[in-house]
């Protein structure tokens, strides 16, 4: 029987950003006895915070830049 976590797109935020990480590494200390998983919403979530993150931007201004695609 598997156990399946679903992650949500602030826990891995928050654990790029270096803050609450320790929810984040228990799971993948346990990741033989669990099939962590995540939808498309939460990596398109997680990715777009990558953008502003990388671009020095927050997710709001990126957004209303429309420079995403470029």
Known sequence: ???R???DSSILIE???GIKVAL???LIQHSNDLDLCMS???SSEYLF???????QKSP???KE???IGK
């Open 60 to 62: 709001l201004a990126l």
């Open 15 to 17: 654990y790029r950003k």
């Open 65 to 67: 830049s429309k420079t």
């Open 40 to 42: 498309e919403t939460v």
């Open 49 to 55: 915070h990558l953008l502003a993150l990388f671009g």
């Open 5 to 7: 976590i679903f992650l």
């Open 24 to 26: 984040l590494d228990q």
């Open 1 to 3: 029987m598997s156990n």
